[in-house]
């Protein structure tokens, strides 16, 4: 009997755990050191010191850092470039467009509004991820008139 119940309870504490998220960080770090590999060259660097990460995996989420586009061009092309790359970053990292869930953009001029939305739609599957969007006063670093950064769910 004691063998039996004992079972049961471990079978009950497992499920739990599962259920309340304890089970994620186990299966997260088992797979997660092969997917950061695939993160080669992420941490940019200032003067040899570390100073931010372009992806980061942290259980089941993927962080991509803002990206921009630093070329001569109008926010159709700056937007177009900017989502390849986040694409480019998500699928490397095991994920993909279908899979953000949140996505802010910052725009250099909100007078380009409606054609960064016009370059953005359809981007992201049926069910496009919730967004936030301004316009940065004092602009985009590197000179982009857009940039992007996103949190998606593993595939």
């Known amino acids: 009997m004691k063998t039996s119940r004992r079972s049961l309870f471990k079978k009950l504490v497992v499920g739990l755990t599962g259920v309340f ?67 480019e970053a998500l699928e490397k990292a095991g994920s993909s467009m279908e899979h953000v869930l949140k996505a802010n953009v910052y725009l250099n001029d909100l007078k380009d509004y409606k054609a960064m939305n016009d370059a953005f739609r359809g981007r992201f599957g049926k069910t496009p991820p919730v967004r936030t969007t301004i316009a940065a006063s004092g602009g985009i670093p590197g000179d982009s008139l857009v940039e992007i950064d996103c949190i998606a769910t593993l595939k």
């Open 21 to 87: 998220g304890f089970g994620i960080v186990k299966a997260g770090t088992e797979t997660r050191s092969s997917r950061e590999e695939a993160l080669t060259d992420n941490v940019v660097m200032d003067q040899e010191i570390p100073l931010f990460s372009s992806v980061r995996i942290h259980g089941d989420l993927v962080f991509i850092s803002g990206r921009g586009a630093h070329f001569q061009g109008d926010i159709t092309a700056h937007t177009k470039h900017v989502l390849d790359e986040i694409q």
